[in-house]
C-alpha cells in the first residue's frame, strides 16, 4: 500500500488531488489518502445542493460549498475531521462493500480504545451506535475509491444549523440526505489519546495501519505530488471543484415556493430552478403596483438562483414599480 498525507486544507483541492491521482497514476498496489480541510460542505454528486444546505448561514460563515463524484449524502468537515480514501483496482472490490475498505480504520480505532465502533447499515461507522464515520464510492475505468469521514472533534452545532433547510420547503428531484445522530469520535478513545489533534490522529492511524512504529520506517510508501502534476490538479479544482456550474448547476430541476405577509399584503413566489438557474418564476399575491410584475419576472429568469445575483437583478430594476411598501432588501431576503 502507498500513502498521502494532503497538505492542503481547501476540500475542492483534496478532491481534485484524488481524482487526478486514481485517474492517472498506478502504483502497483493500493492508495491511501489522508486531508482534512476548514470548514465546508460536501454534496453528493445526485443531490439537489440548494436543498441540502442552509444558503444563508453558510455565506455568512465563510463556509465552502462543492460536489464531489461520488454519491451519498450531503456532510459538513471542518478542522475537527479527518477524511481518509483507499483507491483500488475495481476488479479487487466489490462496488458497495464498504466494509471491507472501512473495517482496517474500524480495527485502528479498537486500538486506540473506541472498542465498540463498528461498520453499520449501508455505509456507516458507529460507537455506541451513533454516527461519527459516512463513507461513500466512485469507480471509473477501472479504478475505484471509497472516501470516508472521521468526526474527531467536530463542532456539532453548525452541524446542523449549515445542513438544516429552512422552513420554505423545495420540492426536487434530488437524493435527499438522511439525517442521523450524530458524535465525535474523541470520547470514546483511550485516555492517551483524549488530547489528541487531527494531524496526530492521522499518523497514529498511518501507524497502526502499516504496522509499524515510526512513519521514517514508511518513507518509501509516500507519494509526492510533482510540480507538473499539481498543475494539473489546479485545472481540476478550477474545472469542477471551484466551478459554480458544476457545484449548483448540476442540481436537478426544482421548484420552490417562497410567501410571505407583509404591511401592504402578501407576496407569493413560485421559482422553477433548472441547471441552478431560474428557468420561470411567477408572482402572485394581493401586493399593489402600477406596473405589470411579469416585467420583473422575466429580468429574473435566466439568472443563477444564488443570492448575489439575484440582488443585482433587484438592485437594478425599481421594484416599487411593481410591489410597493416591500423594499429591495426585503425581497431579496423573499425570493432568496
Given at each position: 500500500?502507498?500513502?498521502?498525507?494532503?497538505?492542503?486544507?481547501?476540500?475542492?483541492?483534496?478532491?481534485?488531488?484524488?481524482?487526478?491521482?486514481?485517474?492517472?497514476?498506478?502504483?502497483?498496489?493500493?492508495?491511501?489518502?489522508?486531508?482534512?480541510?476548514?470548514?465546508?460542505?460536501?454534496?453528493?454528486?445526485?443531490?439537489?445542493?440548494?436543498?441540502?444546505?442552509?444558503?444563508?448561514?453558510?455565506?455568512?460563515?465563510?463556509?465552502?460549498?462543492?460536489?464531489?463524484?461520488?454519491?451519498?449524502?450531503?456532510?459538513?468537515?471542518?478542522?475537527?475531521?479527518?477524511?481518509?480514501?483507499?483507491?483500488?483496482?475495481?476488479?479487487?472490490?466489490?462496488?458497495?462493500?464498504?466494509?471491507?475498505?472501512?473495517?482496517?480504520?474500524?480495527?485502528?480505532?479498537?486500538?486506540?480504545?473506541?472498542?465498540?465502533?463498528?461498520?453499520?447499515?449501508?455505509?456507516?461507522?458507529?460507537?455506541?451506535?451513533?454516527?461519527?464515520?459516512?463513507?461513500?464510492?466512485?469507480?471509473?475505468?477501472?479504478?475505484?475509491?471509497?472516501?470516508?469521514?472521521?468526526?474527531?472533534?467536530?463542532?456539532?452545532?453548525?452541524?446542523?444549523?449549515?445542513?438544516?433547510?429552512?422552513?420554505?420547503?423545495?420540492?426536487?428531484?434530488?437524493?435527499?440526505?438522511?439525517?442521523s445522530r450524530v458524535t465525535n469520535l474523541k470520547p470514546y478513545l483511550a485516555p492517551e489519546y483524549q488530547d489528541i489533534t487531527v494531524?496526530?490522529?492521522?499518523?497514529?492511524?498511518?501507524?497502526?495501519?502499516?504496522?509499524?512504529?515510526?512513519?521514517?520506517?514508511?518513507?518509501?510508501?509516500?507519494?509526492?505530488?510533482?510540480?507538473?502534476?499539481?498543475?494539473?490538479?489546479?485545472?481540476?479544482?478550477?474545472?469542477?471543484?471551484?466551478?459554480?456550474?458544476?457545484?449548483?448547476?448540476?442540481?436537478?430541476?426544482?421548484?420552490?415556493?417562497?410567501?410571505?405577509?407583509?404591511?401592504?399584503?402578501?407576496?407569493?413566489?413560485?421559482?422553477?430552478?433548472?441547471?441552478?438557474?431560474?428557468?420561470?418564476?411567477?408572482?402572485?399575491?394581493?401586493?399593489?403596483?402600477?406596473?405589470?410584475?411579469?416585467?420583473?419576472?422575466?429580468?429574473?429568469?435566466?439568472?443563477?438562483?444564488?443570492?448575489?445575483?439575484?440582488?443585482?437583478?433587484?438592485?437594478?430594476?425599481?421594484?416599487?414599480?411593481?410591489?410597493?411598501?416591500?423594499?429591495?432588501?426585503?425581497?431579496?431576503?423573499?425570493?432568496?
Open positions: 500500500m502507498r500513502y498521502i498525507s494532503m497538505t492542503s486544507h481547501n476540500i475542492g483541492e483534496n478532491l481534485a488531488t484524488e481524482q487526478y491521482l486514481m485517474n492517472n497514476k498506478d502504483f502497483g498496489e493500493p492508495l491511501l489518502l489522508f486531508y482534512y480541510e476548514e470548514p465546508c460542505i460536501i454534496v453528493g454528486r445526485n443531490q439537489n445542493t440548494l436543498e441540502e444546505i442552509n444558503q444563508k448561514y453558510v455565506d455568512e460563515h465563510n463556509i465552502r460549498v462543492t460536489r464531489r463524484l461520488s454519491g451519498g449524502g450531503a456532510v459538513y468537515q471542518d478542522l475537527g475531521n479527518l477524511c481518509f480514501s483507499f483507491v483500488v483496482h475495481s476488479d479487487s472490490e466489490e462496488f458497495g462493500d464498504f466494509k471491507s475498505f472501512t473495517q482496517p480504520i474500524v480495527d485502528a480505532l479498537h486500538e486506540m480504545g473506541a472498542t465498540t465502533a463498528e461498520v453499520s447499515g449501508r455505509n456507516d461507522i458507529l460507537v455506541d451506535g451513533k454516527k461519527f464515520s459516512g463513507n461513500a464510492m466512485y469507480s471509473r475505468n477501472g479504478k475505484t475509491f471509497s472516501h470516508g469521514t472521521l468526526m474527531l472533534d467536530v463542532d456539532l452545532d453548525v452541524v446542523g444549523k449549515a445542513l438544516n433547510v429552512p422552513e420554505d420547503k423545495i420540492k426536487s428531484k434530488g437524493i435527499k440526505s438522511v439525517r494531524p496526530e490522529f492521522r499518523d497514529t492511524l498511518l501507524k497502526k495501519l502499516f504496522k509499524v512504529d515510526s512513519l521514517d520506517e514508511i518513507k518509501d510508501k509516500e507519494v509526492v505530488v510533482t510540480p507538473e502534476e499539481q498543475t494539473k490538479i489546479d485545472k481540476i479544482y478550477e474545472d469542477t471543484y471551484n466551478n459554480w456550474d458544476a457545484v449548483y448547476g448540476n442540481s436537478p430541476e426544482f421548484t420552490v415556493k417562497k410567501r410571505q405577509h407583509f404591511d401592504m399584503g402578501t407576496v407569493d413566489a413560485r421559482i422553477k430552478v433548472d441547471d441552478g438557474k431560474i428557468s420561470n418564476i411567477k408572482f402572485y399575491g394581493d401586493f399593489f403596483g402600477p406596473g405589470d410584475v411579469e416585467e420583473l419576472a422575466t429580468a429574473l429568469n435566466g439568472k443563477k438562483y444564488e443570492r448575489n445575483e439575484i440582488k443585482n437583478v433587484i438592485d437594478s430594476v425599481d421594484t416599487a414599480k411593481y410591489i410597493v411598501g416591500v423594499s429591495k432588501e426585503e425581497l431579496v431576503d423573499l425570493l432568496v
